[in-house]
């Protein structure tokens, strides 16, 4: 991890810090996506685009993400940075599964998966070891418990699929 990844991990856990990050988010979106998905979190974690569908919109919604890895799955979590409301694209998840992540500039079709019991508790734990400030988010927001997804990939962007292009 790069010295601001260490710095970012430090602060994470600080009200201010939430409420800094979600003003950069929308400068994230950009980064990412003139980048094609290469760098995402100005590179301070392992971070994705998520694109998902719009429940009342029906249009494309990316967001950039932490994750974490889980076989050939990306883990993520709908934190919205402690706030007491789930993030939209995780109710758009939850209407419409299919979705695409770019990875390192790879653009990868997706199932969500609603991580539940101890599957959950397994995949909060790799989370918050990548990301401690979690922790903190679940206190800012009540104690309401935060969806896990796991993203599984599905045809072209599948386990041992070679078609992939960086």
């Known amino acids: ?3 601001l990844g260490t710095i970012a991990r430090r ?3 600080h009200r201010w810090f ?3 990050a979600r003003l950069l988010v929308p400068a994230d979106r950009a980064v990412g996506r003139l980048t094609r998905g290469r760098i995402v979190a100005l590179g301070l974690a392992p971070s994705l685009i998520l694109t998902t569908t719009g429940r009342r919109s029906g249009k494309p919604r990316s967001n950039p993400l932490l994750y974490v ?5 990306y883990v993520v979590i709908g934190s919205n940075w402690g706030q007491t409301h789930q993030p939209g694209w995780s109710m758009n998840l939850l209407a419409d599964p299919a979705a695409e992540v770019a990875v390192k500039g790879r653009r990868i079709p997706v199932r969500a998966e ?3 019991g ?3 508790d397994r995949l909060w734990e790799l989370l918050v070891t990548a990301w401690p400030a979690y922790r903190a988010y679940v206190r800012r927001a009540g104690g309401r418990e ?3 997804f796991r993203l599984v990939p599905v045809g072209r962007g599948a386990a041992g699929d070679s078609t992939l292009r960086g």
């Not at 890895?69 to 799955?73: E, K, N, P, Q, S």
């Open 1 to 3: 991890m790069s010295v």
């Open 11 to 13: 602060v994470g856990h």
């Open 18 to 20: 939430g409420t800094a």
């Open 69 to 73: 890895r889980d076989g050939d799955a």
């Open 114 to 116: 609603v991580a539940t």
């Open 118 to 120: 101890t599957e959950r």
């Open 146 to 148: 935060i969806r896990v």
